[in-house]
T-cell receptor, first 112, second 112 residues
């Protein structure tokens, strides 16, 4: 149990569907992150929120839309995704800039 | 461009041996250094954090930091087959940034 919970664990969707990934952290951390990890590729930072304010948007296509309603919850809204978007999507949180990140178990996303 | 370099491996060591994983970074202003372990299909798990020059030991793991030479290493003593995983090095700069730079990871195989 890492203190960061992601749902769902697995998601299969068509290219025209709309779905959302959810992340909740129970650690009292101030920052939350979305990462994408494709097979055989390194972690790709997508979005960073610090105290509910987006501080990083790493040139992510607009078909990915993040939402951070409070410091404990983070969503990633998905619409009209492409097959190359199939990947493991990881949420993480950290307490302070010099502190490590704690990762959730991830959502394995498959686009048909 | 901040870079974190790791040899992708695989690094293969026999059970009981010492595994040595290395990481170099380009940003001299880096202040926080982390090692994560990631099993195939799973999320990264924090193993060690190190902030000052020298060695830091935790059980079978020792992190070594040399800021002058801009490298950080992870030693695993008495390696076990269960240590077989990809090890990710992450570096954070000073100045209040929440955003770490991850290396591509080194694959470690511990064979019986």
């Amino acid at each position: 149990e890492t203190g960061v919970t992601q749902t769902p664990r697995h998601l299969v969707m068509g290219m025209t569907n709309k779905k959302s990934l959810k992340c909740e952290q129970h650690l009292g951390h101030n920052a939350m992150y979305w990462y994408k990890q494709s097979a055989k590729k390194p972690l790709e930072l997508m979005f960073v929120y610090s105290l509910e304010e987006r501080v990083e948007n790493n040139s992510v296509p607009s078909r990915f839309s993040p939402e951070c309603p409070n410091s404990s919850h983070l969503f990633l809204h998905l619409h009209t995704l492409q097959p190359e978007d199939s990947a493991l999507y990881l949420c993480a949180s950290s307490q302070a800039p010099n502190q490590p990140q704690h990762f959730g178990d991830g959502t394995r996303l498959s686009i048909l | 461009q901040k870079e974190v370099e790791q040899n992708s491996g695989p690094l293969s060591v026999p059970e009981g041996a010492i595994a040595s994983l290395n990481c170099t970074y380009s940003d001299r202003g880096s202040q926080s250094f982390f090692w994560y372990r990631q099993y195939s299909g799973k999320s990264p798990e924090l193993i060690m954090s190190i902030y000052s020059n020298g060695d830091k030991e935790d059980g079978r793991f020792t992190a070594q930091l040399n800021k002058a030479s801009q490298y950080v290493s992870l030693l695993i003593r008495d390696s076990q087959p269960s240590d077989s995983a990809t090890y990710l090095c992450a570096v954070k700069a000073s100045g209040g940034s929440y955003i770490p730079t991850f290396g591509r990871g080194t694959s470690l195989i511990v064979h019986p």
